[in-house]
């Protein structure tokens, strides 16, 4: 399976626990939607992440990717501390150039 540079980083950033580097993933003014929640900009990401690192201590392990005209996305198996643990999830993103500008998780 053929990644994107940026999804690359990204699993790299979530298996070193790099909230700083995971964020650099994503442009200025990009959305994540996860858990019910949206995180708008890099800043928010990044707080995101680092909330989600210290509870979860999720790793991320691509099974699948999938790229499209308008939307790309990315299967991982993803095992951490949390119940029901490991759980495959979808990524559903928008890449602009080498950046995410939008990521919608779901089970």
């Not at 995180?39 to 909330?51: F, M, P």
């Not at 499209?68 to 999830?89: M, R, T, Y």
């Not at 150039?97 to 990521?103: E, M, P, R, S, V």
């Amino acid at each position: 399976m053929e990644l994107p540079k940026v999804l690359i980083d990204l699993v790299a950033a979530q298996a070193s626990y790099n909230s700083v580097a995971y964020a650099e993933c994503f442009t200025e003014t990009a959305v994540v939607y996860d858990e019910g929640k949206m995180h708008n900009g890099r800043k928010e990401i990044e707080k995101w992440i680092s909330d989600a690192n210290k509870n979860y201590k999720s790793i991320m392990k691509p099974i699948s990717f999938e790229k499209n005209e308008d939307q790309s996305i990315l299967k991982a198996e993803v095992s951490g501390n949390f119940p029901g643990s490991p759980i495959v999830l979808s990524y559903r993103l928008n890449i602009i150039g080498n950046q995410i500008q939008f990521l919608k998780i779901t089970g």
